[in-house]
């Protein structure tokens, strides 16, 4: 698939251009008391698909996501004659025709019958939530096709029209946009999969989520903790980095914050852009401003078992030893549960 430690530092401007270098010895992810009832997420690309399955396998806990470039929740499921690999990097990417693309009615059905049975949570949790949904005119990895899906699809699950966001009309290509930092030309789609179209997205995303946010200050001191991330992950097949970060706000060290977890894109982890993704957004500005701490997980490239080459989040069934049906969607996925498990230790009483 194409694209698609703790340390103080002050950064100018609205978005962070400053360096951040890997701890050989990161930290434990402290416990800050966030909030368990209003937490948001958001990604792009393999991490919009990865923002749709947390979102919709914890709706309890959740109160909107953001969808930059991604399909709908179970999309690898979408036609039984292909396999999860060919429905992902064909229907739920690029496909040939409108009727070729996502099968949202039955991925509708799906979700229904996964709630059901508690391999997620109800879908009653869905009803007054937020979504924000973005599809650049010149991105051809995910296609306008997939992404008039996902609308459908939440929809379909009961989400009011009114309280989705779906921004289709900027010139831009497969990539998180900023208002100056990243790729200069709006259209292009290359690494670091951040352009520059004078547009700021995670504001528009978090605002959107959120109401009635502050303005960020053009100066903020960045507060990016480095921690271990593979104290939550319980199998080898998941493809996470030995390392992710969280953001934490000063007024946040006392407990009692809300929660926004993040996720990027194919070739967009540390080990391949560094600290660009998790430093270079604009997502800390925001949270600095409104006391919302801000968890990046991450995900890296893996030639072997599991076969991950471009470092992509799973949605479509690489992270399970069993390929022929595997559990990459629900409570018990390995990846989900890793990042279920980081959530529940910020949620824990500051100690």
């Not at 909107?64 to 999860?84: K, N, R």
């Not at 001191?221 to 199998?235: G, H, L, R, Y």
């Not at 660009?276 to 957004?281: A, K, L, R």
């Amino acid at each position: 698939m194409k694209p698609i430690q703790a340390i103080a530092i002050v950064c100018s401007a609205h978005l962070l251009l400053c360096a951040h270098t890997v701890n050989a010895q990161p930290d434990k992810l402290p416990a800050l008391g966030v909030k368990l009832n209003d937490v948001t997420v958001s990604g792009l690309s393999s991490g919009a698909f990865m923002a749709s399955q947390l979102y919709i396998v914890n709706s309890q806990i959740m109160s909107g996501a953001g969808i930059i470039a991604g399909g709908p929740y179970l999309c690898a499921l979408s036609w039984d004659f292909q396999s999860h690999v060919q429905n992902a990097t064909g229907s739920c990417m690029n496909p040939l025709t409108h009727s070729s693309g996502p099968n949202t009615p039955h991925l509708s059905s799906l979700t229904r019958q996964l709630a059901e049975k508690g391999d997620i949570d109800s879908i009653t949790n869905l009803v007054d939530d937020k979504i924000y949904l973005f599809n650049g005119k010149a991105d051809h990895t995910v296609t306008t096709t997939v992404m008039d899906q996902t609308y459908q699809y939440f929809l379909d699950l009961g989400i009011n029209k009114d309280a989705i966001e779906y921004v289709t009309d900027v010139d831009a290509g497969h990539a998180i946009v900023t208002t100056s930092f990243g790729n200069k030309e709006c259209a292009v789609t290359e690494k670091p999969f951040i352009n520059d179209c004078d547009i700021y997205q995670a504001k528009d995303i978090l605002n959107h989520l959120y109401s009635g946010l502050s303005e960020p200050a053009a100066d903020v001191a960045q507060a990016i903790v480095e921690f271990d991330q593979t104290e939550f992950i319980k199998s080898g097949n998941t493809s996470m980095s030995d390392s992710a970060f969280v953001y934490i706000p000063e007024g946040c060290r006392e407990g009692g914050c809300r929660l926004h977890i993040v996720y990027h894109g194919c070739l967009q982890g540390y080990t391949e852009i560094g600290d660009q993704y998790y430093m270079g957004t604009g997502y800390n500005q925001i949270a600095d401003a409104n006391d919302i701490v801000m968890l990046y997980p991450q995900v890296e490239p893996s030639s072997k078992d599991p076969f991950n080459p471009q470092g992509c989040w799973d949605f479509w069934g690489y992270s399970q030893p069993n390929k022929s049906e595997p559990d990459f969607y629900s409570k018990h996925a390995p990846q989900l549960s890793a990042v279920r498990a980081m959530i529940d230790r910020l949620a824990e009483p500051v100690n």
